[in-house]
């Protein structure tokens, strides 16, 4: 079947398709744009897929059927392949398949000396190092206030924020608990325990913008087009919650359109929003020259309160449901739609690529 998309989903979210229960992923829009590219989604698991074929559901005719196809010749990512035997059947999967998005969760500090290479990019990092002993000392030393991050984490679990106070003081922002004053040894002793036997980096703070006193960044997503080429298909903003270092919404951050934060920062909407959008197309760019799979992410890129964009991070399986929190439903749709714009545009290429 010459129009069939593979759609690789994480076992928990396959499973909950016939009962319309997946999550944060709106299963009904992959169908929808689907059906309007006269496409045909077959949604696979890792667990059933074989060698050559793979047991999935097909959806047709508004209808799912379970079946059993030859491995498509073009799959979107959308599961969590952290494991090493998962990455080896991707990697198996590819030599026969185009699968965009091969990876899905990014480690931050690789992702951070990649861009580090690309011209196009650097102006937009924030100073990061790996979290070593020495280098813990140096931030103390150095920076007013900084991150220490785990490299492969989402929804800011694990985010600790230091930042210098008088008379020699640390304050000590730990996830949810109340911030702890600490001297310079406290603060180096309680790091190195939170983040012992772990990968972390340490990220000098950037001043974010601000709305009614909580600090706010975007989620920006990027992706690849009906032509191959990076688009920005919706930008939301996060507002950290009182008294909170993150502005993940899974830490009770709020959802708000970019544009209202952008007045409430004296920025202009417009201007801003276009900057915002090249910046996040140019680190797109520069990614996707590495890592020729990636095609669909989203970026987490704060303001300051100069109004300077920089990356905080890159999320290789955007979850997309801030636009459905603002009721941006067109906005929602794109980030559905464009996937498989860019799904058709390789099946018509009838090429492969490299992961």
Not at 50 to 64: C, F, M, Q
Not at 332 to 355: N, V
Request: charged share 25%; with cysteine; proline share 4%.
């Amino acid at each position: 079947m010459l129009n069939v998309i593979g759609i690789l989903l994480a076992y928990p979210t396959y499973k909950g398709i016939l009962r319309h229960q997946t999550g944060y992923e709106s299963i009904e829009l992959y169908n929808k744009a689907a059906e309007e590219l006269g496409l045909i989604p077959f949604y696979m698991t890792l667990r059933h897929v074989g060698t050559k074929s793979a047991l999935g559901l097909s959806y047709e005719n508004h209808t799912y059927m379970l079946k059993r196809l030859p491995i498509p010749k073009v799959i979107h990512n959308r599961a969590m392949t952290l494991t090493m035997s998962s990455q080896r059947k991707i990697q198996q999967m590819a030599k026969i398949s185009h699968i965009f998005n091969g990876q899905t969760r990014y480690d931050k500090l690789f992702i951070h000396r990649l861009l580090r290479k690309q011209k196009d990019a650097t102006d937009f990092l924030p100073k990061t190092i790996t979290c070593s002993f020495n280098n813990l000392i140096k931030a103390l030393l150095t920076y007013p206030s900084f991150f220490v991050k785990p490299t492969s984490s989402s929804v800011g679990k694990g985010i600790l924020r230091v930042t210098a106070m008088p008379d020699a003081k640390w304050q000590v922002c730990w996830q949810d608990q109340v911030p702890r004053l600490l001297d310079a040894q406290k603060t180096y002793d309680f790091i190195l325990q939170k983040t012992r036997g772990k990968k972390y980096l340490i990220q000098e703070a950037i001043s974010l913008a601000m709305h009614e006193g909580r600090p706010y960044d975007l989620r920006v997503t990027v992706q690849r087009g009906d032509r191959g080429v990076w688009q920005v298909s919706g930008i939301a903003g996060k507002v950290a919650a009182k008294d909170r270092h993150v502005t993940n919404l899974a830490r009770g951050g709020t959802a708000m359109r970019c544009e209202t934060l952008f007045v409430a920062s004296g920025f202009d909407p417009r201007k801003k929003r276009e900057e915002v959008e090249q910046a996040a197309l140019q680190i797109a760019e520069s990614l996707s020259g590495q890592i020729p799979s990636i095609s669909d992410v989203g970026m987490d890129i704060g303001i300051d309160d100069q109004g300077d964009i920089w990356l905080i991070e890159v999320n290789g399986r955007d979850q997309r449901y801030q636009y459905k929190h603002l009721k941006l439903d067109k906005t929602f749709y794109r980030t559905y739609e464009t996937p498989m714009q860019y799904a058709k545009f390789l099946l018509s290429q009838g090429t492969e690529q490299e992961m």
